[in-house]
């Protein structure tokens, strides 16, 4: 099992160590903030955060009088972390049953963090059905249910090109019949229809609400780390259309773009729940900010 500052190894072995070497420089000149910008840049933390976190370390450095650059990595590392929103306690447990949607691109990682999310649950005690609600591929719900052999969760789905929102409504009074106390419903991610998607995720909405009082209790949208700042153009579309809570952010271990926590973080408005950290069922880790930030730094 990987943990955060493992998963953050290429992150801060391809930028964060250049930008601790360059704050390592005797005096604060304009190169060194030139080059800090274009080093920010790099590691996806966003042209637009990025100017805005310059901007403030420059005030602070001249409010603190700061002159040399070794000083600056404190303040550097204070205000990445005020970026970051510390995530509240997941809306789940309390209840006869909950709801979790699951949103994202297809190709983002979606069914195999919901297969992470279910083994996690399960060690925890709960009684996860998974619902397979991307009715769009067979694929999709052929993946779902080789996951769920490994983790040991039944799967209702459904025929494919089907009716996703009857999928999910069979799921919950499944899940009810058979004393399940969890239902994780996956959900299509095509984003070439994005109107027939949207239209879909909100009928889906609609179901869980009628069904399940408060449902959907979570909704969790998956980014694919290695993409970068393309995942923030994705997440956008998922906000239209649908009330999303929270961010999994899969693939970390593969990216040296974890700078995208912060962009998502002030773009997006939302806590990054968990991270993906590796390719085993185990390696799906809560978002700690606090071991984020020092694993970047190493």
Not at 57 to 78: G, H, M, P, V
Not at 250 to 274: C, N, T, Y
Request: net charge neutral.
């Amino acid at each position: 099992m990987k943990n955060l500052f493992q998963s953050l190894a290429r992150t801060r072995n391809t930028v964060f160590s250049r930008i601790a070497s360059l704050l390592g420089a005797s005096e604060l000149t304009p190169q060194v903030w030139e080059d800090l910008e274009a080093l920010l840049i790099q590691a996806d933390v966003g042209v637009e955060t990025t100017v805005d976190l310059l901007a403030r370390l420059k005030k602070r450095a001249d409010a603190e009088a700061i002159l040399r650059a070794d000083r600056l990595r404190e303040a550097l590392s204070e205000e990445l972390r005020a970026l970051l929103p510390t995530p509240p306690p997941l809306n789940l447990g309390g209840r006869p049953l909950d709801v979790l949607l699951i949103v994202g691109v297809n190709g983002s990682g979606k069914t195999t963090t919901i297969a992470k999310l279910a083994h996690r649950f399960r060690r925890e005690g709960r009684r996860v059905l998974l619902a397979a609600a991307d009715t769009f591929r067979a694929a999709a719900i052929d993946q779902l249910r080789i996951w769920a052999d490994r983790v040991g969760c039944p799967v209702v789905s459904g025929p494919e090109g089907g009716d996703p929102g009857a999928v999910l409504y069979d799921a919950i009074q499944a899940a009810r019949s058979r004393g399940m106390d969890m239902v994780i419903a996956d959900t299509a991610g095509r984003l070439h229809t994005r109107y027939n998607l949207m239209e879909e995720l909100k009928k889906v909405r609609r179901v869980a609400a009628r069904a399940v009082e408060g449902a959907p209790h979570e909704t969790l949208l998956v980014l694919d780390a290695t993409t970068g700042q393309n995942a923030l153009s994705q997440a956008r579309h998922f906000l239209e259309a649908v009330e999303v809570t929270g961010i999994v952010l899969a693939k970390l271990d593969s990216s040296a773009r974890g700078g995208m926590v912060f962009a998502i973080a002030r773009e997006l408005g939302l806590p990054v729940r968990f991270v993906g950290t590796g390719e085993d069922l185990d390696d799906l880790a809560p978002f700690d900010p606090d071991a984020f930030i020092q694993g970047l730094w190493g």
